[in-house]
């Protein structure tokens, strides 16, 4: 197999993986480098799915010996197989690197026979591209389940993030979908691991949100736990998707509204600071019901249209259409002693009034219609 | 006036001023309101002079994430660019920071600026071509920047392997990034073809 066909095969491989963040706080000091990493991060491209390319996303090798059942690399599929020696894989990522294609470099793998031995190769790709080609870029690093901790300790020297896959909630739930991985020992222990290690980015994970029937509420609680426990910086939602000559290609996808509503409600537990439990007050069997799970928990909590200059931030953040920047303003202009007396004025500082009207009164007066009120 | 960091003025209008329709009288106009008003973009001229530092702080963003560069065999990075707002520097030196031992240069509104490892900026009234020819006549070839000419190829198979036909959302990616980004001639078949406009290129 040639090298653009190794390219082809690992990236489409590699694809299902949706973590695309490529920022990082790194320092990066001296002249005698390539690369440098940026603080917001850079998307260089997006797919005809709208979603963002900002990393070279790619396997080692898609040679697998798991068995998870929704997964186009595990070793029930009759595939392709593609491996990057990793003086190929180095040398083609420095390539695009170089083009301004990409921000930076995803590396992952299937387990090809012990992750161990896959992960030493992972790990002298990397230490290639950062000793021989003088790449200080963005690497994020994916960690296999049940590799040795040592081997985890070199990946966190070298790498800006790393992150292993949750896949499901719970023991239960990852057992209906692999028989060979462990959740607790294969996936938690390592996460524990890497929790102790500093890195520049800390750790995310990602979990398959339908392969094992498992509820909303059920995701919810496994990812509120993930940021307490654990330290994660992100938790990412993968709808299921049927793939052709996986176990499971003929259960049913997962409608990509319920991901939106997943990630709705982790923004809200990130960043307005909204207890989880909240949320089971709008779940109908312990489902998020259709629609904006803000417009949701609005309609749940709020006793009436709220006034816009007496609320609180966190009341404000609790308002459709406000988000942190919004109600930030307007918390500093009363601090400054000025009052927001106009529709217009919110306009201003960003408000998005088509959403916000139903809830919220302007110096005692309200502009809420019915139309307004439905989701 | 002083912003937190984070916040979208970034305290002053510092890069308004690039702006290709920067009105000196607006930010005069601006610059005498109430601060507290002015810091949250709470009256219409504000908002006003907001967006014009958003389109070029946008502007300056888009380049960096779509700007393709081509590697030249004696360290020299360079592409063409059309730029709406006065960027070039800008552009040169997020560059510089990411490629420090290369020269770069870009070619925009006729005339090409070069920044060089030490970070000086020269600005050069003659061709691409002309310029990396000057260029390369100072530096020795480097062996190890051979053989980087199939980029475009390996980047064509990797962005079609990372798509999910089954989440298809052609109105996201329009959204998202518009079409000249998408398509990495498109800039140069419109210069091409004479076309005024995109939608004169872009097929019914």
Not at chain 1, 53 to 79: A, E
Not at chain 1, 101 to 122: C, H, I
Not at chain 1, 213 to 227: P, R, T
Not at chain 2, 169 to 194: F, G, S, V
């Amino acid at each position: 197999m040639n090298l653009l066909e190794k390219v082809k095969v690992l990236g489409d491989a590699g694809k299902w993986d949706t973590c695309a963040s490529s920022s990082s706080r790194r320092q990066v000091s001296g002249t005698d480098r390539i690369g440098n990493v940026a603080a917001g991060g850079i998307c260089h491209s997006f797919t005809e799915n709208g979603r963002c390319i900002s990393l070279f996303k790619t396997l080692l090798t898609n040679d697998c010996s798991f068995d998870c059942k929704y997964c186009q690399n595990s070793i029930h599929c009759g595939k392709h197989t593609a491996s990057y020696e990793p003086h190929e894989l180095a040398k083609v990522f420095m390539h695009l690197y170089m083009g301004n294609y990409v921000e930076g470099l995803f590396l992952s793998s299937a387990v090809e026979g012990d992750p161990d031995r896959t992960t030493q190769k992972m790990l002298e790709t990397v230490q290639l591209l950062r000793q021989q080609h003088k790449f200080q870029g963005y690497v994020h690093f994916k960690i296999l389940p049940g590799t040795d901790k040592a081997l985890i300790a070199q990946a966190a020297e070298i790498s800006d993030r790393l992150s292993i896959n949750l896949e499901a909630p719970s023991r239960s739930r990852l057992a209906q979908i692999s028989d060979i991985k462990d959740f607790d020992s294969d996936i938690i222990k390592r996460q524990k691991w890497i929790k102790e290690m500093k890195i520049p980015s800390g750790q995310t994970t990602q979990m398959v949100v339908g392969s094992s029937d498992e509820s909303d509420l059920e995701i919810l609680k496994a990812a509120d736990w993930e940021y307490e426990n654990m330290d994660v910086r992100r938790v990412y939602y993968s709808a299921f998707t049927p793939l052709h000559k996986t176990p499971l290609e003929d259960k049913k996808g997962t409608p990509y509204q319920r991901e939106h509503r997943l990630y709705n409600v982790d923004f809200m537990m990130r960043k307005y600071d909204i207890p989880m439990d909240e949320f089971r007050e709008i779940m109908e069997d312990d489902n998020l019901p259709p629609g904006d799970p803000k417009i949701h928990l609005a309609r749940a909590t709020l006793d009436g249209p709220a006034d816009i200059n007496t609320a609180d931030y966190h009341e404000l953040l609790r308002i459709p259409g406000i988000g942190p920047q919004s109600a930030q303003r307007i918390i500093d202009l009363r601090q400054q002693g000025t009052q927001v007396t106009s529709r217009s004025q919110l306009n201003s500082i960003g408000v998005v009034l088509k959403r916000a009207d139903t809830f919220i009164k302007i110096m005692g007066r309200t502009q809420g219609t019915l139309g307004a009120y439905c989701i | 006036m002083t912003r937190r960091s984070g916040w979208t003025c970034g305290g002053v209008f510092d890069l308004v001023g690039r702006h290709k329709n920067y009105d000196r009288r607006l930010h005069e106009v601006v610059l005498k309101q109430d601060p507290r008003l002015v810091v949250n973009c709470a009256t219409a001229e504000s908002r006003r002079l907001y967006e014009m530092q958003r389109s070029v702080m946008r502007c300056l963003h888009l380049k960096k994430s779509f700007l393709r560069l081509n590697v030249s065999e004696h360290g020299i990075l360079y592409a063409r660019v059309e730029l709406e707002h006065d960027i070039g520097d800008l552009l040169l030196r997020h560059f510089h920071q990411r490629f420090p031992t290369f020269h770069i240069a870009i070619e925009h509104d006729r005339r090409v600026d070069v920044i060089d490892t030490t970070g000086r900026i020269t600005h050069h009234k003659m061709s691409l071509q002309e310029t990396l020819n000057l260029l390369e006549s100072t530096l020795p070839p480097n062996p190890a920047l051979s053989g980087l000419h199939y980029t475009e190829d390996l980047w064509s198979e990797y962005f079609e392997s990372q798509n999910i036909r089954e989440r298809r959302n052609l109105q996201l990616q329009r959204r998202m990034m518009p079409q000249k980004y998408r398509d990495p001639d498109a800039i140069e078949t419109l210069k091409a073809k004479k076309c005024r406009s995109i939608t004169e290129y872009l097929p019914d």
